[in-house]
């Protein structure tokens, strides 16, 4: 089994879990390649993981959510199980903890575990001249904000080519069901199941009362043309890691990817217990009976 290890170096139990995973490597035949940034430490030589290497059966990320958005990118359209060892505080998306590393081990080796599959999002941009580049691909959302003191903006929203609207905001988010318990969510967006086949538009801070959540079908195009406005720092970001300067009327268009992140589950542990557990969702006296389950 040929495994891709991504992590956070931030983590001071990092080096140590990465020593227990390289002997729990070594005696049950496991090829371990890492990211260049964590191979000083390992405990002893790694070969390097490398987007155009040999194929992985497995990629485990060491870190928060963040972290795991941030190798299931690096995983381009290659779909390969993501296993997220969660060393943060929410890691709504990982599956486990770092307590319980040998034992997840155990369940890879024996083939124990599920796969949910989640869509991605494609996205690309369109100038005013119809000129065309390629944005990234996203796991949780593409989102079209202002930065720092920039003034509000103004974005005309379509779906499928038919006009919704226009928003004057701080911002629009496009979700996918894996990003509406992220950023959308804190936006004011709904939760949807991982079944549930559909993406999530969400204005930040809009300037009216009126406008609310979008829910739109998973087919559908959705395009957010930015409106010409006295800001001047008009930026597109995917997942809130990587991002690039828009202009004013550039067309910043998002639909459903061909690809899909496979998260590895473990257990039966589904989504609503991860709701109630992770989120805190629902009465404190149930997340108290949860945290004593535990």
Known sequence: MRIGVVGNPRY?????????????GAAHGMMLCAEPAL???????????ESDGDPLDLLMTFGGDGTLLRGARMLGRNEVPVLGINLGRVGFLTAT???????????VVRGDYQVEQRRKLDSWIVDAEGARREGELAVNDVVV??????????IRLFVDGDEVGQYTLDGMIVATPAGSTAYTLSAGGPVLVPEVDAL???????????VRPLV???????????????????????????????????????????????????GR????????????????????RLNSAD
């Open 145 to 154: 904000h202002k930065t720092g003191n920039t003034r509000i903006i103004r």
């Open 216 to 266: 739109v079908p998973g087919s559908s195009q959705v395009t957010m043309q930015v409106e010409p406005t006295r800001a001047t720092e008009i930026f597109v970001s995917y997942d809130g890691q990587l991002g690039e300067h828009v202009q004013p009327n550039d067309c910043v268009v998002v639909r459903s990817s061909a690809t899909s992140v496979h998260l590895v589950r473990l």
């Open 39 to 49: 191979l000083e430490l390992w405990p002893d030589t790694c070969e390097p993981l």
């Open 97 to 107: 903890t770092a307590n319980h590393l040998e034992s997840v081990l155990d369940a």
């Open 269 to 288: 542990e589904g989504f609503f217990r991860r709701m109630r557990k992770k989120l805190h969702w629902g009465d404190l006296v149930d997340r108290e």
């Open 12 to 24: 001071e139990e990092l080096s140590g879990l990465l020593a227990r995973l390289a002997s729990y």
């Open 200 to 210: 999530v538009v969400t204005a930040i801070c809009p300037h009216t009362l009126s």
